[in-house]
């Protein structure tokens, strides 16, 4: 095999100027993006036009459109840059691996139980963890810029192929009531929002989507009036006796200093035409980089999930009289989701 030669590829910054014209449309707004001036940016596609032996742009065209040999380049060019970003990524988490800092993202009711086993779990341990907090559609995109090394999330699916998820367990979904509202019998959702205002999780958030979709299934209407991102607000409505939400068993006991003044019903208890309601459950999953952090995600994996089978279920369960198994529903094993 001969050796390479430089001189036979193209340079970074000629790639890079060509996928800023292709997804820009035009030269001078490339030259904006690149900080160089319109004319710079033509010499550079014209460079690499003579280097590959092609044209790229059909010029003849108003505006100038990529020629099929330009749209070719254009997706290896986006291919190659996004690996080479990966490559620089990967160098400067060895330096991070010795530094032992890992960034930690969970949803808000998933952060406040697991923090305190993280400490005791990790206590003398190499790994320093820095846990933060948020709703998942904000911690789905720090973990795909970076910004996150692990985060714990409702999302089973990844944009972005190198992420891998797995999933932890499962929780349903209860009806939360003022605990002095008396009801004779339960009919529908609907019927009772006649009787009392029904509080919701905001539509950005996970909950707030699939409770929002629960509904709409299953034919149960109700006016939006107050609307949270958090649970310790939305509780605080129905434990004054304002209004009842649906919501987990993690989330009530994340904000269980309401437990005295609220109460927990299942969804099966309410019917329509004679048959229960079914069941609405939402799934944990713990999604990070593969081959970037070593044997520390299957051993958060592992910590969390023998936790929750062994200690939070039954806390929970017993702070609101349910069942340890209807809790939490772990499977049978890691359900991965990574495409």
Known sequence: MEPLSAEHYPDWDLLISWVCVVES??????????????GGVSQRIKALETLLD??????????????????????HATDLLRNVDQMVE??????????????????????????????????????????????????????????????????????VPEIKRLKLFSEPYFLVLPKAFEVDHFTTLAELGKQLQFVRYSARSINGQQVDAYLSAHGEYMER?????????????????LGFALTTPLCVWQSRHYLPDIRVVPLSAFARHGRASAELHRSFYLAFRENELGSLPANLFDLFRNTFERQVAHDIAQALSLNAKSVFILGDGPETSGE
């Open 25 to 38: 449309g035009s030269m001078s707004d490339a030259a904006d993006r690149l900080g160089i001036s319109q």
């Open 54 to 75: 092609t044209t790229l742009l059909d010029r003849g065209s108003r505006p100038a459109r990529p020629t099929a040999a330009g749209r070719r380049l254009f997706e």
């Open 90 to 159: 990967s160098v400067r988490n060895v330096t991070r691996a010795k530094r032992t800092v890992v960034r930690l993202g969970a949803i808000d009711s998933f952060a406040a139980m697991i923090g305190p086993i993280l400490t005791r779990a990790l206590a003398g341990s190499a790994h320093q963890i820095r846990l933060w907090s948020g709703i998942t559609p904000n911690l789905d995109a720090q973990l795909e810029s970076r910004q996150l090394d692990i985060a714990v999330t409702m999302n089973g699916y990844s944009r």
């Open 225 to 241: 009036t107050c609307e949270f991102d958090a649970t310790d607000p939305l509780l605080s409505l129905v434990a004054a006796g």
